[in-house]
């Protein structure tokens, strides 16, 4: 699986007005940085906004999935990170929308 840079590239583009985006390769993809802060995740061919405890309701209600894989020896492996909604990939506005939650999220986090 390669990793999807044009994805990273429109990730980038959106965000701009609130801050530059830089990411570093993880695993077969990619952690994303707004302004210094992991705001999000490229894996499996998606976009995953970070989450926590105070943003998980607002997550659950737009029905966004956690991100969760299977390690080497079959275990289930979640991670406190929301797949992103649809409409952010290809409205500007909502990218900016959830991806400042998950920058919130990531800052919550230091």
Known sequence: MSLDT??????????AP???VT???MMGGATLYLDGTVFAIV?????WFKAD???DAVWDEAGAE???????????????????????????DAMRRWGL???DAGLRKR
């Not at 044009?6 to 965000?15: K, Y």
């Not at 894996?43 to 976009?47: G, I, Y």
């Open 6 to 15: 044009g994805l990273i590239e429109w990730v980038a583009e959106a965000m």
């Open 66 to 92: 956690r991100f969760s894989v299977v390690d080497k020896n079959g275990r289930q492996m979640t991670m406190n990170y929301r797949r992103a909604p649809d409409e952010c990939l290809d409205d500007a």
């Open 101 to 103: 939650m998950g920058r």
């Open 43 to 47: 894996a499996l061919d998606a976009l």
């Open 18 to 20: 609130l801050g530059s």
């Open 53 to 55: 405890a105070q943003s």
């Open 23 to 25: 990411h570093r390769r």
